[in-house]
């Protein structure tokens, strides 16, 4: 019987450590009851029809903008208060939350309890213009992937800003939930040289374009973290919520991967 009982103990004390080192297994699962329609999470191609007009509230929405190639999900969404499209109006660029294994631009987070569009309509009818970035998921893409996309973002925008009445003088950047993580992480390598480094990024960025960074209730201290939210992001780093140094999330670089 004590026999019976230690194997039986040594099992579930084993297929925990290997689900924790393994999580990917986990999060599939969860993934398999995010997904759209049957549609994939991660897409080459735009998971809706572009939409280039106006919207019900009277907000203007050109959909679908392709900024990048090199990722999934490279695409952003921008929305006007209205269709003066010359109005002087400050620029905020969107992060959506999910755990980094879910969520859009258009369906947002996942994990919250808000329509995903409420905020954006809310942020927009203060005055800005919202350009609602999308970013590649797990298991397609890990730290720092979704963080070099945003700087594939800012250079599309830098470009064609005139092209879409935009001001990259006035800029904020807000992110919710894993979202802002990014932004916090955006936020140090335009200020931070050498972080930029590690993550091998050139800022487009400068700090004089950013008024305000919007970090909308971001996990930041890892050893804080519940068993699920370190497994969402143990996932996105190194699938495995065991680093190989103590460190807090906000501080994580490539060097700890």
């Not at 099992?11 to 398999?32: E, R």
């Not at 999470?41 to 900024?67: A, H």
């Not at 904020?172 to 992480?185: D, F, H, K, R, Y």
């Not at 091998?200 to 909308?216: M, N």
């Amino acid at each position: 019987m004590l026999i019976v009982f230690a194997v039986f103990a040594f099992s579930i004390v084993g297929g925990a450590f290997y689900l924790a080192t393994h999580t990917q297994i986990v999060i599939d699962i969860i993934q398999k009851g995010a997904m759209v329609n049957g549609k994939p999470l991660n897409s080459y191609e735009p998971l809706y029809d572009p939409v280039n007009g106006e919207k019900e509230n009277g907000q203007y929405l050109i959909s679908e903008i392709n900024y990048g190639s090199d990722y999934p999900n490279s695409f952003l969404d921008i929305t006007y208060p209205d269709d003066d499209f010359e109005a002087d109006r400050p620029t905020l660029f969107y992060f959506h939350g999910g755990g980094f294994f879910a969520g859009s631009k258009n369906m947002g987070d996942p994990l919250a309890a808000s329509e995903a569009t409420y905020l954006i309509d809310d942020l927009c009818a203060k005055g800005y213009n919202i350009v609602n970035v999308d970013y590649v998921l797990v298991p397609e893409g890990h730290f720092p992937d979704p963080l070099i996309q945003a700087n594939q973002a800012f250079a599309y925008i830098m470009e064609h800003g005139e092209e879409y009445h935009l001001n990259t003088d006035k800029i904020v950047l807000m992110g919710s939930s894993a979202g802002a993580i990014m932004v916090s992480q955006i936020g140090t390598a335009v200020s931070n040289p050498e972080y930029a480094k590690l993550l091998g990024i050139e800022p487009v960025l400068k700090k004089e374009q950013i008024s305000a960074i919007v970090v909308d209730d971001a996990p930041l201290i890892y050893e804080d973290f519940s068993l699920a939210c370190k497994i969402l992001v143990g996932n996105y780093v190194k699938g495995s919520i065991f680093f190989e140094q103590k460190v807090s999330w906000n501080d994580m670089t490539a060097s700890h991967i």
